[in-house]
């Protein structure tokens, strides 16, 4: 079985620099055939050539455009591996956290592993989670209660993914650009057609949260951008009549809240999403006449 670890890049030279080493370390320790790359979205601090003169086994794939992780979709319609753990540039691993990853996928029906996610001071950062519909609005909620105990999870953004599937998805969709919640449509696209997400606690690895992104859009920015791709996951993707009746009921409200709080993040991720209508129009047609292909209910994966 090929392993490929790849990394996606936007300026992040000195990152590359700490985190880099522990990755190939990974790699080198893994039973299978494991190989380490990087997507490179047009840095301009000279990250390409630091990986080429300094990480010589390192392959680095070249972005025409940045498109954050939507960069991974060509990369995986062009290599062969047959799965690909996709990590941030912010992350360090411990040193066997492949293969724990990688024993998952001899059962045919996993599409994604998820590692134990942990900050650096050790406390719990993500891995595994749930979707939850509430009133009126969806959440994916890291649960940190069972994160010891291994089982399943609803989505990953960052983990092992079965290549083949994720290319036969389509890969994630640039909807969602410049980011959020894409790495949750496509998991949840994979649940829908009967695949499964794993829980793998003995693979750990450490994250630095979302450095590049913070340092890019600034928190408020990134909470509206969270919302409004919250409403375009939910126009897009859930057809059951129950739920959508609760969203338009809740709506009003939560809106009404968001602005007399004066946290308006909420609202303003509203007005954006509403923009997309004419997309999602589209969507929703194509995804109504796919309905006969799922094998699960929107139900069946959200609580």
């Not at 680095?60 to 062969?80: D, P, T």
């Not at 450095?211 to 919302?227: D, E, P, Q, S, W």
Request: hydrophobic fraction near 40%; aromatic fraction near 12%.
């Amino acid at each position: 079985m090929r392993i490929s670890i790849i990394v996606v890049n936007y300026n992040g030279k000195e990152l590359l620099a700490k985190y880099l080493p522990s990755l190939l370390a990974a790699a080198n320790k893994s039973k299978y055939q494991c190989s380490v790359g990087v997507i490179d979205n047009l840095s301009t601090d000279g990250s390409v050539d630091f990986i080429r003169n300094n990480f010589l086994s390192v392959e680095v794939f070249l972005s025409q455009k940045n498109e954050v992780i939507c960069s991974y979709n060509a990369v995986l319609e062009r290599i062969s591996s047959d799965i690909v753990i996709m990590l941030n540039n912010d992350i360090e691993v411990k040193d066997d956290f492949v293969d724990y990853l990688v024993e998952h996928f001899n059962k045919q029906d996993v599409f994604f592993v998820a590692p134990r996610i942990l900050n650096f001071d050790n406390s719990y950062n993500g891995g595994k989670s749930y979707l939850k519909f509430s009133l009126g609005l969806l959440k994916c909620i890291v649960d940190e209660k069972n994160s010891l105990n291994p089982g399943y999870t609803d989505c990953i953004g960052t983990g092992a993914f079965r290549r083949s599937t994720f290319v036969e998805l389509g890969g994630f969709d640039r909807l969602y650009l410049p980011g959020i919640w894409e790495e949750v449509d496509l998991c949840y696209r994979g649940l829908l057609s009967g695949k499964r997400g794993v829980y793998e606690p003995r693979s750990i690895i450490w994250h630095q949260d979302s450095i590049t992104f913070n340092k890019m859009y600034g928190r408020k920015k990134k909470a509206v951008l969270a919302h409004r791709n919250m409403f375009l996951f939910i126009w897009k993707n859930i057809f059951d009549f129950k739920l959508i009746l609760q969203h338009i009921l809740f709506l009003p409200f939560r809106l009404i809240y968001s602005l007399i709080t004066g946290k308006n993040e909420l609202f303003i991720g509203f007005m954006q999403a509403l923009a997309y209508l004419p997309v999602l129009t589209k969507e929703r047609a194509s995804g109504r006449e796919n309905l006969k292909l799922r094998r699960l209910r929107d139900r069946d994966i959200i609580k």
